[in-house]
């Protein structure tokens, strides 16, 4: 096995900024704004399968804004389901009564896209209506599409445009360069020469803890998850991958907050050899021992 450099990213993340919390004025801010209905009095959102929203909906105060899928966007609806939990409160991401929910996810967006979970980042999360509309009566969850960046060692959820429903729009290949002496990744087009290439996004089994740094053996988790992840998309089995090739990965625990359990999953010819092309359905011909 040849594994290095991985680890957890700690940072921590205010809610609005993970959220999308959006711009609002006050209305007492305003004389313009009196009678005008309270923000309570709108309509609760219910997302539709193919809508596009600028931000994730694991906001808890904010009504997330829907979107033309077109435009920028963060979260596709890939799918909708309705949770029973009686008169239990909202429940917190990663929290056991969600797990249901987040199998059938896993189910949903694959289906949706076309392609495997996580290929080239394209995964997703299980977004819940407001504390508000869950009060409400609103208990709904919706499966989304987001893509995970492949910029390395920070996880964070990609901008795109167009929708993934049926393979319409697909994350590009990503390739990286390998400094010998700091193991840096450094991006490169995938048609020259470089010694990495961005996998996607693994997720662990639910529930699985976030690593606290990269000793913790929580770290296990997603190190399996990644190594099965290239293993798949290589075309070949993970005990080959172990004994051939090397992988590097970092738990992505910043988007944890949001729902979000994954590692972004990179191959890597630590050796100093390079190739040219992907490695995705290669069966590992014509690719170095590395």
Not at 3 to 12: S, T
Not at 39 to 61: K, M, R, Y
Request: charged letters at 15%.
């Amino acid at each position: 096995m040849s594994i290095r450099e991985y680890g957890a990213v700690l940072a921590l993340v205010a809610l609005c900024s993970t959220a999308g919390c959006a711009k609002f004025d006050s209305p007492a801010a305003s004389p313009s704004s009196a009678g005008s209905p309270s923000p309570s009095a709108a309509a609760p959102l219910v997302p539709q399968v193919g809508q596009c929203f600028e931000h994730t909906l694991d906001a808890v105060i904010m009504t997330p804004v829907a979107t033309d899928c077109a435009k920028d966007h963060v979260a596709e609806i890939a799918s909708m389901g309705a949770l029973n939990l009686g008169a239990a409160g909202r429940p917190k991401p990663g929290a056991p009564e969600l797990a249901p929910a987040d199998a059938e996810c896993r189910t949903k967006v694959a289906a949706y896209v076309g392609a495997p979970l996580g290929r080239r980042g394209m995964t997703y999360e299980v977004g819940l209506p407001t504390s508000a509309d869950w009060d409400g009566g609103q208990h709904w969850f919706a499966c989304e599409v987001i893509v995970v960046d492949s910029f390395p060692g920070i996880p964070q959820l990609a901008t795109v445009d167009g929708s993934y429903a049926a393979g319409k729009t697909a994350p590009l290949p990503r390739c990286f360069t390998l400094d010998h002496s700091t193991h840096d990744l450094s991006p490169e087009d995938c048609a020259k020469p470089h010694s990495a290439e961005y996998v996607g996004a693994a997720s662990p089994a639910y529930g699985s803890p976030s690593p606290k740094n990269k000793d913790d053996p929580a770290m296990d988790a997603y190190q399996v998850a990644c190594r099965d992840e290239i293993a798949g998309e290589m075309g070949v089995t993970a005990k080959t991958l172990d004994a051939t090739w090397g992988y590097n990965f970092w738990a992505g625990s910043n988007l944890e907050q949001s729902g979000v359990a994954v590692a972004q999953c990179y191959f890597v010819l630590w050796n100093g050899k390079t190739i040219t092309g992907s490695v995705f359905g290669t069966k590992g011909k014509n690719i170095p021992k590395g």
